[in-house]
């Protein structure tokens, strides 16, 4: 059985091995597909893995022997799921394995947004401590976190973990979530309505997914909402954010401060507003890439895997 990995330089540039896929059958794995590229690349296989690289429904019909395609990441919206399953073939993916490094990556952003580390560090450096005539000096504000409110949006697995993080922070959690599900037992939780949400947090934390009705949900009238104090945050999904609204925000002192780990297109544009916004960090989409989430990542696809040749699919799409 041929399987072949179509992007699998994002999960292992290296420090993993993909040994263990081979004993399903011979394995070939590529670092990156151009999407023009997918068709010859996947043709013969019976599996095929992709993170990133698109499966549409017109490439897929030019894949009569492919039997199983397993998403690499927890959205598949990459894959033509209505088209695979006309076909006969199983689309699974990954739905969990990055909640705890997701739920640290926020506040390493939001931590750097209070304190400026980096900037401090470099200061430093460049000897400006040691020039000068005060035993402390800072080059903006702190903040401290204590009796803040965090608000959620979004109280999924990663939701929850940022909320227990924030409590043990000394923080107010509030949520906003069209399913509640169970109540947290964090002393000063409570639920609210999204609107209500913005305009009492001092933290704003992005976790909802992105559907129709959830894209570009921070946009001019949202964030006219929230405090010019407040900070947002945003490790889900880039295209709930309207970009041009939030860096008109940030340039006009409206919000305080954002710390994006994705943005509304990967990798961005580099015109894009939010790259020279006042007080705004832009990571590459890390959050999730922790070698050890990458390698639960990696033995959960094999897992849904075996489970598939055993004949008992998991994690299986639609």
Sequence with gaps: MKIVVLDGHCLNPGDL??????????????????????????????????????????????LPELRYIGVLATGYNIVDVEAARRQGITVTNI???????????????????????????????????????????WRSPLMELADKTMGIVGLGRIGRAV??????????????????????????????????LLAESDVVSLHAPLFPETRGMINKRSL???????????????????????????????????????????????????????????TPHIAWATREARSRLMQLAIGNIGAYVAGNPRNVIG
């Excluded at 924030?166 to 069209?178: F, L």
């Design 163 to 196: 909320g227990r993080i924030a409590d043990a922070m000394g923080m107010q959690v509030m949520a906003h979530d069209s399913i509640h599900g169970d109540t947290p037992a964090w002393p000063r939780f409570r639920w609210a309505e999204l609107e209500e």
């Design 17 to 62: 091995s993909w040994d263990e896929l081979r004993r399903f059958g011979e394995v070939e794995v590529f670092d990156r597909t151009p999407a023009k590229q997918a068709m010859e690349r996947a043709h013969g296989a019976a599996i095929a893995l992709t993170n990133k690289t698109p499966l549409p429904a017109d490439v897929l019909r030019q």
């Design 224 to 282: 006219a909402l929230m405090k010019p104090t407040a900070i947002l945050i945003n490790t889900s999904r880039g295209p709930l954010v309207v970009d041009e609204d939030l860096a008109d925000a940030l340039n006009g002192g409206r919000l305080a401060g954002a710390g994006l780990d994705v943005l509304s297109v990967e990798p961005p544009d580099e015109r894009n507003p939010l790259l020279a916004a006042r007080n705004c960090i832009v």
């Design 95 to 137: 739905p969990t394995y990055g909640t705890d490094s997701v739920a640290q990556f926020v506040f390493a952003l939001l931590l750097e947004l209070c304190h400026n580390v980096g900037l401090h560090a470099g200061e430093v450096r460049a000897g400006a401590w040691a020039r000068s005539p005060d035993w402390s000096f």
